[in-house]
Structure formats: C-alpha cells, structure tokens
C-alpha cells in the first residue's frame, strides 16, 4: 500500500500506454497517486485524468521553468481549475537557478502570487526547490507556519535544510535518487527524519530509481525508493509504506475510500 505523491501521468511519455502502466501500478501496490499540473494546459490534462480515474488526484500550477509565459489570467484560470474536487493541491510551483528557462525575478513573483493564491484557498502547496534552497526557504518562511503547509517536493537539500522545512509545517518528498549510489545527501535525510513528516514520490516519468535507472519512470516503481528507505532507517518496507500513505491522506485530504484502485 503505497501512494505515488508525485508524478506527471499527463505527459506525453505515457500516450501510448498510460492505461497499462496504471493497471501496473494498482497490481504493485500502488492505491492513489497524485498527477502534478506544470502549466495551465497540463493542469488542465491532469485534471481530465483525475475525473477518469477514482485512484488519480490532480494538482494545478505554475512550474519555475515556464514563469515567463505567466499570465494573470492564467492563475486565474488555475483557481478555477482549484475548485474541482478533483484537485487536492496547488503546484508544482517554486524556484529553480539551475536550468534557468525562466528568469529569476519572474519565477519569484509567480511564485510568491501563487503561494498567496493557494493561501486563501487553504490549499497545499506542491514545492519545487532546485539549486534555490535559501531563496525558497525564505519566501515560505514569509508565509508562515502550518499544520498541512505542503511539501517540498524531489527533495535534494540536507538535513538541517528538511528539518528546518518541517518546522514550518512542509513534509518532505523523497524520490528514487536516494537508491542511486552516491545520493548521501537524501540517503542521509531518508535515514533521519521524522517517518511521520515524509512522503514518497517517482516524479514520473523522470529519475527512475536503481533498478529502472536509464529507463522511464512510472508509478510503481516507487515501491523501490520506498524498499530503500526501509533499509537505511533498518525497518520493515510495511512500516514506511503505512506511514507515507498515511501521511500522503493528511497532507492531501485524501479520504481511505477514495484512495483504493477502482475505476469510475
């Protein structure tokens, strides 16, 4: 039992067989996954596939790379989008230095006009955080403490940085990397964080975890990240699968009879 907290069924790397790698992912385990929206068409797009699947949620954002082609009216359109019950979160918005799509001071006003968005509809918010630790630190330190603030999604700091993010009330979402040899930063923020502040996530269909690495991503392959947190933290897979689902339940407002495989 283990919910996918993060990935992007809407693309196109899934067109040809998104029914079969679904069908995958509910044999293996898998009761709920959450499709993430990057723009105004893909939040669009994930939220069709959440109307279509009882065991898919949908979140609606603006992601870092594409804050240059943001308009107004677009997050406007997006708070619409937010209203569907469908829709259990806002994101993937944040900030990223190392690609650089998007100028920074753009990423940073849609970001900061989406987590005031998110704030009035009492909604999570879905982190992104790449090469941009202090800035994204200090702007939802603005936004203040919370019981169900969000998560800080692909989480690739250290585990000062986690445990600072915890206390302002974000879980934190760990990806495949951690199976990757040399992942010590994340291997070390798997193995010590609270269990009861993490969630898990494939970020599907990028950063397949060993052994997948150099393939696709897709859902059910978080059950490995989740065998390898077991084994850093020397406790059972059941217990880390319980946990992050529960968790996953709270953060998203899952409720247990809408989070069980069975299509509409």
């Not at 040809?16 to 893909?42: C, F, P, Q, Y």
């Not at 939220?47 to 009882?54: D, I, V």
């Not at 968005?117 to 790449?130: K, S």
């Not at 969630?199 to 989740?226: C, H, I, M």
């Amino acid at each position: 039992m283990l919910i996918d907290s993060h990935a992007h069924l809407d693309m196109n790397d899934f067109e040809k067989d998104r029914d079969e790698l679904l069908e995958r992912a509910i044999t293996g385990g898998i009761v709920h996954i959450i499709s993430i929206g990057i723009d105004l068409n893909s939040s669009a797009e994930t939220l069709k596939l959440a109307a279509k699947y009882a065991y898919v949620s949908a979140s609606v954002g603006y992601h870092p790379h594409n804050a240059d082609e943001c308009k107004p009216s677009d997050l406007d359109r997006l708070a619409e989008m937010a209203s569907e019950s469908e829709v259990v979160a806002w994101g993937e918005i944040g900030l990223d230095f190392y690609r650089g799509y998007s100028a920074p001071e753009k990423q940073s006003e849609v970001f900061q006009r989406q987590l005031g968005m998110a704030d009035d509809l009492r909604m999570p918010v879905i982190i992104h955080d790449r090469e941009a630790h202090k800035e994204v630190y200090a702007t939802l330190k603005k936004m203040g403490k919370g019981e169900r603030k969000g998560v800080i999604h692909c989480f690739s700091g250290d585990t000062d940085l986690a445990e600072a993010f915890i206390q302002l009330g974000y879980f934190i979402s760990v990806p495949g990397t951690v199976t990757y040899k040399n992942a010590s930063h994340i291997k070390a923020v798997a193995a010590s964080i609270p269990l009861d502040r993490m969630l898990v996530e494939t970020d599907a269909p990028f950063l397949s975890p060993v052994p997948k690495r150099g393939k696709r991503n897709e859902p059910v392959n978080v059950t490995f990240t989740a065998r390898e947190i077991a084994r850093l933290r020397n406790i059972t897979f059941e217990e880390v699968a319980l946990q992050t689902t529960k968790n996953a339940r709270i953060l998203f407002g899952l409720k247990s009879q809408n989070v069980f495989p069975c299509h509409q």
